[in-house]
């Protein structure tokens, strides 16, 4: 008796998901090139820091203004305005830290893209969420796969909306600035 997969509708997200993971290879950049794996590292580090600061700050400004006036007891208006504030202030911070981590490195991406490209990562992290749950795939796998969304959507974003004629002209910025 042949053995096909163990549930129905999982086998196709997962060789997806498995192809996208093995066709990524290691690009190296030319030399000067601000779009440089440490710039993508940098950024993802800096974006990923930005998720949890913001969501944190988000989220307890959240509960905080929603609960505000709340009678005792009512603990749904605090958790939806941690929810919604969570949400916010961490695709916020994301969208900071990915654009402040280029720019420093000399990057030039728009503020446009990396926005842009943060909707899109939200979206396919929310689809990615959806088509996991109904396949019933395990739970950290799902949200994982999310993350990855939700954090490259911002980079890509970034570097499609970068100017490359920008990018060879070497820029100097002042350690210290003195105008009065």
Same mark, same amino acid.
């Given at each position: 008796?042949? +053995? #096909? /997969?163990? +549930?129905?509708?999982?086998? @196709?997200?997962?060789?997806?998901?498995?192809?996208?993971?093995?066709?990524?290879? +290691?690009?190296?950049?030319?030399?000067?090139?601000?779009?440089?794996?440490?710039?993508?590292?940098?950024?993802?580090?800096? #974006?990923?820091?930005? @998720?949890?600061?913001?969501?944190?700050?988000?989220?307890? !400004?959240?509960?905080?203004? =929603?609960?505000?006036?709340?009678?005792?007891? &009512?603990?749904?208006?605090?958790?939806?305005? !941690?929810?919604?504030?969570?949400?916010?202030? #961490?695709?916020?911070?994301?969208?900071?830290?990915?654009?402040?981590?280029? &720019?420093?490195?000399?990057?030039?991406?728009?503020?446009?893209?990396?926005?842009?490209? !943060?909707?899109?990562?939200?979206?396919?992290?929310?689809?990615?969420?959806?088509?996991?749950?109904? !396949?019933? %795939?395990?739970? /950290?796998?799902?949200?994982?796969?999310?993350?990855?969304?939700?954090?490259?959507? /911002?980079?890509?974003?970034?570097? %499609?909306?970068? &100017?490359?004629?920008? =990018?060879?002209? /070497?820029?100097?910025?002042?350690?210290?600035? %003195?105008?009065?």
């Amino acid at each position: 008796m042949p +053995r #096909g /997969p163990a +549930r129905p509708g999982v086998a @196709l997200p997962l060789a997806v998901t498995v192809a996208l993971l093995a066709s990524t290879a +290691r690009v190296h950049a030319a030399a000067g090139d601000p779009f440089d794996d440490g710039t993508m590292g940098a950024q993802l580090g800096a #974006g990923a820091g930005g @998720l949890l600061v913001g969501g944190g700050v988000g989220g307890l !400004a959240g509960a905080l203004i =929603a609960g505000y006036g709340a009678k005792k007891g &009512d603990w749904g208006r605090p958790l939806v305005g !941690a929810l919604v504030g969570a949400f916010v202030g #961490g695709e916020t911070g994301v969208i900071l830290g990915v654009q402040l981590a280029g &720019d420093s490195k000399d990057g030039t991406g728009r503020w446009w893209g990396t926005s842009g490209g !943060a909707l899109a990562g939200v979206a396919f992290g929310g689809l990615s969420i959806y088509v996991g749950m109904r !396949a019933k %795939l395990p739970a /950290p796998a799902t949200f994982a796969i999310a993350a990855v969304f939700v954090l490259a959507g /911002p980079i890509v974003g970034y570097h %499609l909306s970068a &100017d490359e004629r920008q =990018a060879a002209v /070497p820029r100097t910025v002042p350690l210290i600035s %003195l105008s009065f």
